[in-house]
Nanobody, 124 residues
Framework: QVQVAESGGGLVQAGGSLRISCAAS????????MTWFRQAPGKEREFVAA???????YYGDSVKGRLTISRGTVRNTVDLQMETLKPEDTAVYYC??????????????????WGQGTQVTVSS
């Protein structure tokens, strides 16, 4: 059974940087995409970034150029490096994984394996 768990997160000032990580465990991990979503209070869950099983990267429009998803230095981890953070980046960040088709990569509804989430707060 595949599981994911986030680490990192915290409080940072606007303009600052932060890195959060997702660790995956289980079998057949090479067939899964690794994706980050975020959810701010009162808002819907939003696609942030994805690393496909073929190592292609995808980004949401609001984070493009500021956030970078990559394989971590630790086996079976995926990092999200966040630069030039803004107060509107404040949210709970969730890691999720799926073997869905690429056309549905950005849809939260196709993901059934989620982490518990990690809070990122950007102060102005």
């Amino acid at each position: 059974q595949v599981q994911v768990a986030e680490s990192g997160g915290g409080l940072v000032q606007a303009g600052g940087s932060l890195r959060i990580s997702c660790a995956a465990s289980g079998t057949g991990l090479n067939s899964y995409h690794m994706t980050w979503f975020r959810q701010a209070p009162g808002k819907e869950r939003e696609f942030v970034a994805a690393l496909s099983r073929t190592s292609h990267t995808y980004y949401g429009d609001s984070v493009k150029g500021r956030l970078t998803i990559s394989r971590g230095t630790v086996r079976n981890t995926v990092d999200l490096q966040m630069e030039t953070l803004k107060p509107e980046d404040t949210a709970v960040y969730y890691c999720a994984t799926s073997r869905t088709v690429l056309s549905l990569l950005r849809a939260p509804s196709v993901y059934h394996i989620w982490g518990q989430g990690t809070q990122v707060t950007v102060s102005s």
